[in-house]
Nanobody, 122 residues
Framework: QVELVESGGGLVQAGGSLRLSCTAS????????MGWLRQAPGKEREFIAA????????YYADTVKGRFTISRNNGKNTIYLDMRNLQPDETAMYYC???????????????WGQGTQVTVSS
């Protein structure tokens, strides 16, 4: 079992930047691959990025490639998502999730956090 707690969400203007954090606890959280996903009102949950347990392999959705960066600090049991050039249509609840192996599909993650809201104003 892995518990995940996200933080760092908030209100940002279009074109701005934000860093999200996710702290993991429980049974060997550093052995899990991690990912970030988001869900806007009325839409399905969308995969954004994933990182392997070592931190040397990263994967991105085409919509965020080049603007978002996922990273992890296993010494702090924390995963980060650095986002830049945010746009209003990226307003959503952002979730951190864990999986036994790297996955890029929302329905394949094993554990989820409660989410942190990101609102991008125009």
């Amino acid at each position: 079992q892995v518990e995940l707690v996200e933080s760092g969400g908030g209100l940002v203007q279009a074109g701005g930047s934000l860093r999200l954090s996710c702290t993991a606890s429980g049974r060997s959280p550093n052995n899990y691959a991690m990912g970030w996903l988001r869900q806007a009102p009325g839409k399905e949950r969308e995969f954004i990025a994933a990182i392997n347990y070592r931190g040397d392999g990263t994967y991105y959705a085409d919509t965020v490639k080049g603007r978002f960066t996922i990273s992890r600090n296993n010494g702090k049991n924390t995963i980060y998502l650095d986002m830049r050039n945010l746009q209003p249509d990226e307003t959503a609840m952002y979730y951190c999730a864990a999986s036994v192996v790297v996955v890029t599909s929302a329905d394949k993650f094993d554990f989820w956090g409660q989410g942190t809201q990101v609102t991008v104003s125009s």
